[in-house]
């Protein structure tokens, strides 16, 4: 079953550890993008792409950003703006071996928690603030937040009230969370993320 949610993949990065797009970079013989956008079309009513990438429409509808050069947090204030539903997700295109089964236990953990506005999750104390999720209200706070000058992701959502920063080891053993969080930035974070 979906989840009233729209789930946005955050692929509007510049790879600049890779060295090459991440977004189409292949894992396991599949585009990295083609990963997320199918772990989101599991668990979302709507899914899209936010950032300015319009070579990736082949894979999912594309949500442009209006500010330029300010990392992942512009990827979220346009995936807020164009949210069709009352929350979005937001996942990093360079999390491949994320488990739909672990987000989906945490998501529904957050959608009955009637004063939380926003979450994301922390691994052995660990925080990934990219992947998180935001009720679509939560858009002026962004927005403000951005405007005084806040870049980080986790900067920008410590100033949201009702966030709950929630332990992962509650959705899945330690070994599916450790898994599922898997950054891939760098050549040798693919190879060994293909290994496991």
Not at 84 to 108: K, Y
Request: net charge negative; hydrophobic share 45%.
């Amino acid at each position: 079953m979906k989840l009233p949610i729209h789930g946005f993949v955050l692929a509007g990065g510049q790879s600049s550890r890779m060295g090459r797009d991440k977004a189409l970079l292949y894992f396991r013989n599949r585009p990295m993008v083609e990963i997320a956008v199918t772990t989101l079309t599991d668990l979302c009513e709507h899914v899209s792409i936010a950032g300015n990438r319009d070579d990736l429409q082949e894979f999912a509808p594309i949500v442009h950003e209006t500010r330029c050069g300010q990392g992942p947090i512009a990827g979220i204030e346009a995936g807020l703006a164009a949210c069709e539903s009352a929350w979005a997700l937001f996942v990093p295109v360079d999390l491949p071996l994320l488990s739909s089964s672990f987000v989906r236990s945490w998501i529904e953990a957050v959608l009955i928690r009637p004063a939380t506005r926003a979450s994301y999750l922390c691994s052995s104390g660990d925080p990934h603030p990219a992947l998180c999720l935001l009720r679509r209200d939560c858009l002026p706070d962004v927005s403000q937040s951005i405007e005084i000058g806040k870049r980080r992701v986790s900067s920008v959502l410590e100033l949201i009230e009702g966030l709950w920063v929630a332990d992962a080891s509650m959705f899945a053993e330690a070994l599916i969370c450790k898994v599922s969080l898997t950054n891939v930035n760098t050549s040798d974070e693919l190879r060994i993320a293909e290994t496991a």
